[in-house]
């Protein structure tokens, strides 16, 4: 199943986004969501992932304090609130499920993951 991502654009340095990931007629029971960037020339990076219940989540060290990761089950959708946004936020979101549970931070690594929907452009600008 591939979720969809979307609420990205073109902001200014100190500006805000949020991202949205949403799956439509399908299962919504997934163990982990979790959120992740690709900017050109660069790796794929874990931002954020979040357990089932929202108990749980994570955050690669460079957007701590500034990105939340939230999740609404009754409407099959996560949420990343991007706040304090610099240029080197800039890249395109992709939002990932995963059935089973990861331990701890490992969530953030991408080769967990197996399938990627369309992402969202993000650009901040100087």
């Known amino acids: 199943v591939q979720l969809q991502a979307s609420g990205g654009g073109l902001v200014q340095a100190g500006g805000s986004l949020r991202l949205s990931c949403a799956a439509s007629?399908?299962?919504?029971?997934?163990?982990?969501i979790a959120w992740f960037r690709q900017a050109p020339g660069k790796e794929r990076e874990g931002v954020s992932c979040?357990?089932?219940?929202?108990?749980?989540?994570y955050y690669t060290d460079s957007v701590k304090g500034r990105f939340t990761i939230s999740r609404d089950n009754a409407k099959n959708t996560v949420y990343l609130q991007m706040n304090s946004l610099k240029p080197e936020d800039t890249a395109v979101y992709y939002c990932?499920?995963?059935?089973?549970?990861?331990?701890?931070?490992?969530?953030?690594?991408?080769?967990?993951?197996?399938?990627w929907g369309q992402g969202t452009q993000v650009t901040v600008s100087s």
């Open positions: 979040i357990s089932r219940s929202g108990g749980n989540a």
């Open positions: 007629g399908s299962s919504w029971d997934y163990s982990l």
């Open positions: 990932s499920p995963r059935t089973h549970r990861l331990p701890g931070s490992t969530c953030l690594n991408s080769i967990h993951y197996v399938n």
